[in-house]
């Protein structure tokens, strides 16, 4: 197997760790503009995710930072193409960190619920910014033989790329509700089950979409294998979420992601960004990858540290890893930045003197 080779695998085993790590995040913060008014369930859905949320954004930085460097020329038609839509999920995801820094800083309702509906509308832009991108690098861009995108600034507004945000949308909220009843207890892990239940044979309906449109145009028996695994995985989340087992609901619901996803990038290798003008022009790893020498300090430098993000990860799901109910948190109040603090502290000396 050759180096190219070996970094498109590892490209779509970050992403794929991206969506199964970040999709819950994005999932709860989604919920929390529909699934309770209750602010201590909502502290309660924020606390799930709080100890990981930033952790797991390390692999969407991962993954884009190893595309630029072991697939420039991806990276480069790719970004220029869509920066409409990866701008809206760069300032979606701020949206989302400054949401959950700051909205525990008040105690009023009206500054609660305006810091609820950042964190979830940017959710909801991140997930569909991510998955339109994601669907467009497996369906196609109308790019020319220099990479460069033909058409005006909406041009990769196509139904692939709703189909694909849509696809991204479903699962992350069908993937929250199956963490959040894992990880909590009370009304919260009840709805949350009940969501799976209820909903998620519609939720994922576009994400199966996506990935039957590619296997019908590019499918192999290896990969149609992966379909029929990620059918099974599905199902067998379903009803265990139904007979209350949460634990093996997340197992099948993740299964289910890294088994249709591997099937998607599976098929449309070697091609890692089509041309929808012409296949001649379709971007492959062996014309758009970086040289051997740059593949192969990456490979060094991957092999030290990607172990070293494993564990601490690792570490920190272990040490978070009890279930939380409304009653483990405390009441609401406000906090006083500290800068007015130390501001108030000294005006008060200066008096005093």
């Given at each position: 197997?050759?180096?190219?080779?070996?970094?498109?695998?590892?490209?779509?085993?970050?992403?794929?760790?991206?969506?199964?790590?970040?999709?819950?995040?994005?999932?709860?913060?989604?919920?929390?503009?529909?699934?309770?008014?209750?602010?201590?369930?909502?502290?309660?859905?924020?606390?799930?995710?709080?100890?990981?949320?930033?952790?797991?954004?390390?692999?969407?930085?991962?993954?884009?930072?190893?595309?630029?460097?072991?697939?420039?020329?991806?990276?480069?038609?790719?970004?220029?193409?869509?920066?409409?839509?990866?701008?809206?999920?760069?300032?979606?995801?701020?949206?989302?960190?400054?949401?959950?820094?700051?909205?525990?800083?008040?105690?009023?309702?009206?500054?609660?619920?305006?810091?609820d509906r950042a964190l979830g509308l940017g959710s909801l832009g991140s997930a569909f910014g991510i998955g339109a991108a994601l669907a467009l690098t497996t369906t196609g861009l109308p790019i020319d033989a220099n990479g460069d995108r033909v058409g005006g600034a909406f041009a990769w507004f196509t139904p692939y790329a709703v189909l694909g945000g849509l696809a991204v949308i479903g699962f992350a909220l069908v993937h929250a509700s199956v963490f959040l009843g894992l990880k909590t207890d009370g009304d919260v892990r009840v709805r949350a089950r009940s969501f799976v239940v209820r909903w998620s044979p519609v939720?994922?309906?576009?994400?199966?979409?996506?990935?039957?449109?590619?296997?019908?145009?590019?499918?192999?028996?290896?990969?149609?294998?992966?379909?029929?695994?990620?059918?099974?995985?599905?199902?067998?989340?379903?009803?265990?979420?139904?007979?209350?087992?949460?634990?093996?609901?997340?197992?099948?619901?993740?299964?289910?992601?890294?088994?249709?996803?591997?099937?998607?990038?599976?098929?449309?290798?070697?091609?890692?960004?089509?041309?929808?003008?012409?296949?001649?022009?379709?971007?492959?790893?062996?014309?758009?990858?970086?040289?051997?020498?740059?593949?192969?300090?990456?490979?060094?430098?991957?092999?030290?540290?990607?172990?070293?993000?494993?564990?601490?990860?690792?570490?920190?799901?272990?040490?978070?890893?009890?279930?939380?109910?409304?009653?483990?948190?405390?009441?609401?109040?406000?906090?006083?930045?500290?800068?007015?603090?130390?501001?108030?502290?000294?005006?008060?000396?200066?008096?005093?003197?």
């Open positions: 197997m050759d180096l190219p080779t070996i970094w498109f695998i590892a490209i779509a085993a970050l992403w794929i760790g991206y969506l199964l790590l970040e999709g819950f995040d994005l999932g709860v913060g989604m919920l929390l503009l529909f699934s309770t008014h209750k602010d201590r369930e909502r502290r309660l859905m924020l606390n799930a995710i709080g100890p990981v949320w930033d952790g797991n954004e390390v692999w969407l930085i991962t993954a884009g930072a190893a595309t630029f460097a072991a697939f420039p020329f991806w990276y480069a038609s790719l970004f220029s193409a869509l920066y409409i839509p990866l701008t809206i999920v760069l300032v979606s995801l701020i949206f989302r960190a400054v949401a959950i820094e700051y909205r525990g800083k008040g105690s009023t309702d009206k500054w609660r619920m305006w810091w939720a994922l309906l576009p994400i199966v979409a996506w990935v039957l449109i590619i296997q019908f145009q590019h499918g192999t028996p290896i990969t149609w294998a992966l379909v029929v695994v990620a059918v099974i995985a599905v199902v067998f989340g379903w009803i265990s979420a139904r007979a209350g087992r949460e634990g093996w609901a997340f197992v099948g619901v993740a299964a289910f992601l890294v088994a249709g996803a591997s099937s998607i990038f599976a098929a449309v290798y070697p091609v890692v960004l089509p041309s929808t003008i012409d296949p001649a022009f379709d971007l492959t790893i062996a014309n758009a990858a970086s040289g051997e020498y740059t593949l192969g300090v990456m490979s060094i430098v991957t092999a030290i540290g990607l172990p070293l993000v494993f564990v601490y990860q690792g570490w920190t799901y272990w040490v978070f890893r009890n279930r939380l109910s409304v009653h483990h948190l405390p009441e609401a109040h406000d906090v006083k930045p500290a800068v007015a603090s130390a501001s108030s502290a000294s005006a008060s000396s200066s008096s005093a003197s």
